[in-house]
């Protein structure tokens, strides 16, 4: 069986990388979206936060791990997450990397992300300015990068068009290769 497509869509917190996923799957709909948000949901329903009954494994370990067994079971995927720091990004590139990746740059300007923080209320406003820290600072080469604030459907057509070549995942590929170069 062939393994599942990954479009990996990664970003700060409030670029649109959620709803550009909801826009790539109306248009390719043997994609399913797959959310870090969605499954820190998930992860929050097990925990009994209030009392610290946690469970002790950054949740990101466990998804990227469920992005595996979707691809290994041929299912296509976007997925938005945020590799916001080593562990994440290692674990990501360890687990990810013989798997079939597009890897998306998600961005806009500073003053949307604040606004769109402020607007949705449901995270702390100064959060993605945060993790501009290290978001897209990794040496990073992604296949594409698209800007939301020039349009979600600008955004969405740009990833399409850059599917159907057969390099598509040379961006993907540079990244592990540098990434995995810095670890030896």
Known sequence: MNK?????????????????????V????????????????????MEARDSDHL???????FFHRNIAMF?????NLVVDQILHNEDTTKDCYEILK????????????LTELEKREKDRGDRP???AKSQLNYVHK?????????????????AANAILNKLPGSNSQIGWESTLEQYFAKSL
Request: charged residues 25%; negative net charge.
């Open 125 to 127: 406003v100064g959060q």
């Open 71 to 75: 691809s290994d079971k041929g299912v």
């Open 98 to 109: 013989d798997y079939p990746v597009l890897f998306v740059g998600v961005h806009c300007s």
């Open 4 to 24: 599942g497509k990954i479009i990996l869509l990664n970003g700060v917190s409030s670029p649109g990388k959620s709803t550009l996923a909801k826009e790539l």
């Open 55 to 61: 469970i002790p494994v950054p949740t990101e370990h």
């Open 138 to 154: 990794q040496g990073e080469v992604y296949d594409i990068e698209v800007d939301t604030s020039e349009g979600i459907d600008s």
């Open 26 to 45: 109306k248009k390719l709909p043997d994609y399913f979206h797959f959310s870090i948000d969605d499954f820190d949901t998930i992860i929050e329903k």
